[in-house]
C-alpha cells in the first residue's frame, strides 16, 4: 500500500510521521525547506504534560534539558502578586522549549526510522485525488510526483494543501500582538514564569498593558509585551527601552547585565477551517486551526492533532478504510478547538476592552488573574486539553460503567503499571502503539511476582476477554488509580483518552466498548460479537481454573 503523505515538516508534521512511522506505517514527508531549522531563541512554546510526554515517547529523550520545566508560576499587578502556583511534582509543569530544539529533537528521531522519507526542497502545487489515493507534484529543481494512499496537510497557515482542496479558513486578524525578546541575564524570579500586569513604571495608556517572562535553560528568558491595537511598527529603539525598563522595574530602579539574543513580534489570529477532512486529504496543526490568545498555545493543540489523527490513520491504513474512524478526527479536534476559540473570544472583550473585567464585574481582578492563568497553564475553558466525551466514538448506556476520577473522553493518568512481561513502567509509555490498553485495578499485585497472579482470580477470564476485543489490545495490571476501586477495568484508546471504566470483568460492555471506540461495527452486530466474547470468556477462565 502507497505511503501517507506529509505536507510541512514543522513539529506537528515530523510528530505525525513519527507518530505513524511506530506503528508501522510507512511515510514520505515533503519539506519545501533545506531540512533545517534557523535557530530563534525568541520562538518558543509552551508545552502541557500531556504533550511534553508525547515529545519524549516520540524522541526517546528527555527533554529537561533542553527546555526547561516551570517551578512556579506567579501573577502581578502594579507592585501586588495576585496569584501563585508552585509545581511540586515537575513532571507536572509546563515545559518550555524552542521551537527549532524541539524540532531537531524529532529530526534526530526520524534519520533513524526506516519507514520515513523527507523530501527536502519540495514545495507542493498539485494535488489530485482518486477513490484509491492520492497524487501530488512537488516543484522545485526537477518537479516530482508522488503517491500516497492518504495525504496531511501541516503545512502552516498559508496552508497550500487546504487552498488546493477549496476549504474556507475563516476567522479574526491580529487578535493580539506581542512583541518578543529572547535575552540572557538574572531575574529575581528563578526558574518561575511571570505575568505581569500594568507594572508600575508604565502609568498610563494602552501600552501599560502586561508583560510575560518565561524562562528557558541557561538562564534565557522570553519577554513578551502586549502592544495596543494597531499596525504601529516595533522599531529597536522602542523594543530595547521596553527591555531597560522592564528590568530596571523588575530589579530595583537598576538594569542588570544582560545579552540581547533574538527579538520579534508575534502576531495571533483566531481562524478554524470549515472542514478538516476532504476524502483522503486531512489538515492538522496551523493548516487547520490558529489560538493563541490570552496564553493559549496553537502548537500544543497541533501536536495533540496528530496524535488523535495517527492512530485512526494507521488502523486504516493496515485494515482498510473505517469511515466512521477517520470522520472522528474531524469531530473530536475541531469540536474541542472550536470550544476554545469561543472562550477566548467572549473573555477578549472583558479583559482587552475599555477598563476590563472590573469595568463589568466590580471587585473582579482576581477572576481576571484567573483567566489569564488558566490560559497561560493549561486549566479551565482557555487552557485545559479537553475531553471527547461526545464524540461519535464514545460508547453510552453501559451497563457495567464504574467512576474513576478521569473523565469519559479525557486523557487517563499517568501512573505506575505492569506490563504483559512483568516489567514496571509508565501507562503513558505504552500508548502510540496502535494497540488500545486494558488496564485492570489490583491493589496487592506489584509486591508479587507476575506468574503468582496472571493466572489466579479474574486475570483469566479477563485475559480471555481481551483476545477476544476486535482490535489488537494489550492488558496491563496498576496498583492503584486515581478514584478507583479493586478491580475496575479501564479501556485506553491507543492516544491516551479513556473510553470507560468498568467494574469487574464485563466481556460483553468491554467489546461494545472497545467496537464504538473504533468507529462501530466491521462485521456482524455488536450484540452478537460481544455475546461471543462473554461466552468465550466464561470458556477459557474454566479452562484456566482446571
Not at 170 to 196: I, K, M, N, S
Not at 244 to 268: I, K, M, S
Request: proline residues 6%; neutral net charge; aromatic residues 4%.
Amino acid at each position: 500500500m502507497d505511503p501517507v503523505i506529509v505536507v510541512g515538516a514543522g513539529p506537528v508534521g515530523l510528530t505525525l510521521a513519527l507518530a505513524l512511522a511506530r506503528q508501522d506505517v510507512p511515510c514520505v514527508v515533503l519539506d519545501e525547506g533545506p531540512g533545517k531549522d534557523e535557530p530563534r531563541p525568541a520562538r518558543t512554546v509552551v508545552l502541557r504534560e500531556d504533550t511534553a510526554a508525547l515529545m519524549e515517547r516520540l524522541t526517546g529523550l528527555s527533554l529537561d534539558h533542553a527546555g526547561l520545566r516551570w517551578a512556579g508560576w506567579r501573577s502581578m499587578r502594579r507592585k501586588q502578586v495576585t496569584n501563585e502556583v508552585a509545581f511540586v511534582d515537575a513532571e507536572a509543569a509546563p515545559l518550555h522549549i524552542a521551537q527549532h530544539v524541539l524540532t531537531g529533537a524529532l529530526r534526530a528521531a526520524l534519520e533513524n526510522e526506516r519507514l520515513v522519507k523527507i523530501a527536502v526542497d519540495s514545495r507542493l502545487d498539485t494535488l489530485e485525488q482518486e477513490r484509491s489515493g492520492v497524487t501530488a507534484h512537488t516543484r522545485g529543481a526537477s518537479g516530482t510526483w508522488w503517491r500516497g494512499s492518504y495525504l496531511v496537510g501541516c503545512d502552516g497557515p498559508r496552508s497550500t494543501v487546504r487552498k488546493l482542496q477549496d476549504i474556507r479558513f475563516p476567522g479574526r486578524t491580529a487578535v493580539e500582538r506581542h512583541a518578543v525578546a529572547a535575552l540572557r541575564t538574572e531575574l529575581p524570579w528563578q526558574d518561575e514564569a511571570l505575568l505581569h500586569r500594568s507594572p508600575p513604571w508604565r502609568t498610563s495608556g494602552p501600552s501599560a498593558g502586561e508583560i510575560i517572562a518565561r524562562p528557558l535553560p541557561d538562564e534565557v528568558w522570553r519577554l513578551d509585551w502586549l502592544l495596543p491595537p494597531g499596525k504601529d511598527l516595533v522599531t529597536p529603539e522602542m523594543l530595547l527601552t521596553r527591555i531597560r525598563e522592564t528590568l530596571a522595574g523588575w530589579n530595583g530602579g537598576t538594569v542588570p547585565p544582560y545579552e540581547l539574543l533574538d527579538t520579534g513580534v508575534h502576531t495571533v489570529h483566531h481562524r478554524l477551517a470549515r472542514r478538516w477532512r476532504a476524502d483522503r486529504v486531512f489538515l492538522a496543526g496551523d493548516a487547520a486551526h490558529l489560538l493563541g490568545a490570552l496564553g493559549t498555545h496553537g502548537l500544543d493543540e497541533g501536536l495533540r492533532d496528530a496524535d488523535n489523527l495517527a492512530w485512526k490513520l494507521a488502523l486504516a491504513w493496515h485494515h482498510g478504510p473505517h469511515e466512521a474512524l477517520l470522520d472522528s478526527y474531524q469531530t473530536e479536534r475541531r469540536a474541542l478547538v472550536a470550544s476554545r476559540l469561543r472562550a477566548a473570544d467572549q473573555a477578549l472583550p472583558l479583559l482587552r476592552g475599555g477598563g476590563g473585567l472590573r469595568t463589568y464585574v466590580p471587585g473582579s481582578s482576581r477572576s481576571l488573574d484567573t483567566l489569564l492563568t488558566d490560559g497561560h497553564l493549561g486549566r479551565g475553558a482557555l487552557g485545559s486539553p479537553g475531553t471527547y466525551a461526545d464524540s461519535p466514538l464514545a460508547p453510552g448506556g453501559l451497563e457495567g460503567e464504574a467512576p474513576v476520577a478521569t473523565a469519559p473522553g479525557a486523557t487517563v493518568t499517568d501512573v505506575v503499571v505492569t506490563a504483559e512481561d512483568g516489567t514496571f513502567v509508565r501507562l503513558r509509555d505504552r500508548l502510540g502503539r496502535g494497540a488500545l490498553l486494558v488496564v485492570l485495578i489490583a491493589p496487592g499485585t506489584g509486591v508479587w511476582e507476575r506468574r503468582h497472579w496472571v493466572s489466579a482470580g479474574i486475570m483469566p477470564r479477563l485475559a480471555a476477554a481481551v483476545s477476544a476485543l476486535p482490535h489488537r489490545a494489550e492488558l496491563l495490571v496498576a496498583e492503584s488509580y486515581p478514584g478507583a476501586a479493586a478491580h475496575t477495568v479501564l479501556l485506553v484508546r491507543p492516544d491516551g483518552h479513556l473510553v470507560t471504566a468498568l467494574s469487574g470483568v464485563r466481556p460483553a460492555d468491554m467489546y461494545a466498548a472497545a467496537e464504538t471506540a473504533l468507529g462501530g461495527p466491521v462485521n456482524g452486530t455488536a450484540s452478537e460479537a460481544g455475546a461471543g466474547a462473554e461466552a468465550g470468556a466464561r470458556e477459557d477462565a474454566g479452562a484456566g481454573s482446571r
